[in-house]
Structures are given as C-alpha cells and as structure tokens.
C-alpha cells in the first residue's frame, strides 16, 4: 500500500484548506483510514477517521464542527475539509490505512502511512 498524502500550506486563522490521501496498492474500499497530525514536540494524535464504506466517521474533540473527514472508493482518495483553522491545528499531517472495516483511532491500529503534509495556520 502506498499513501501520498497533499494539500498542505500556510494559511491565516479561520482560513480553510482541504487535504487529499491518494490510496494505491490495493483495494481502497477494504481499508479503513485516518488522519493523524504532530506538532513539533508532541505525539501523534488522531484528527479523524473513516471506515471502509464511508458511513462511519469520528472527529477528535479538537476539531468537531470544524473539520470533515469523506473518502471517494471510486477515486482511491480520502479528503479532509478543514474549516476556521487555528494556530493550534498546525503540524504535519498524516494519512494512514488500516485492514479493516471499522474506524481506529490509535496509531498502532493503522498498518500503512503517507509522508505527511506541513499545514501552518499564523495568528
């Protein structure tokens, strides 16, 4: 499985930016996915993820209401949406696969990574 995850930039707070996970390798649509996030300094935390049909979703507490998680089977491409960005989203943000059909929200659930995408949002 290959990920390559895009989208990234330095935008402003309350600005939006929308980041795309290209899924090649396999079959997509067996695959449950995330998108992890690090700042410098920090651990790796769960931003969101999705199941392999679409249906279920979460959103960590940091960015409900804010951010949407979606995925397209046809496409082999999962997408985050991510609305009224503040200073504290910014990091590196990842995509992650899983082998399986539910949502997973721990970094040693996910089998596969991208390389990552730098999103800086300025005060």
């Known amino acids: 499985v290959q990920l390559q995850a895009s989208g990234g930039g330095l935008v402003q707070t309350g600005d939006t930016l929308g980041l795309s996970c290209a899924f090649s390798g396999r079959t997509f649509s067996n695959y449950a996915m995330g998108w992890f996030r690090q700042a410098p300094g920090k651990e790796r935390e769960i931003v969101a993820a999705i199941g392999w049909g679409g249906a279920n979703t979460y959103n960590a507490d940091s960015v409900k209401g804010r951010f949407a998680i979606s995925r397209d089977n046809a496409k082999n491409t999962m997408y985050l949406r991510m609305n009224n960005l503040r200073p504290e989203d910014t990091g590196v943000y990842y995509c992650?696969?899983?082998?399986?059909?539910?949502?997973?929200?721990?970094?040693?659930?996910?089998?596969?990574w991208g390389q990552g995408t730098q999103v800086t949002v300025s005060s």
């Open positions: 992650a696969a899983r082998r399986a059909y539910s949502v997973g929200v721990y970094v040693n659930g996910y089998d596969y």
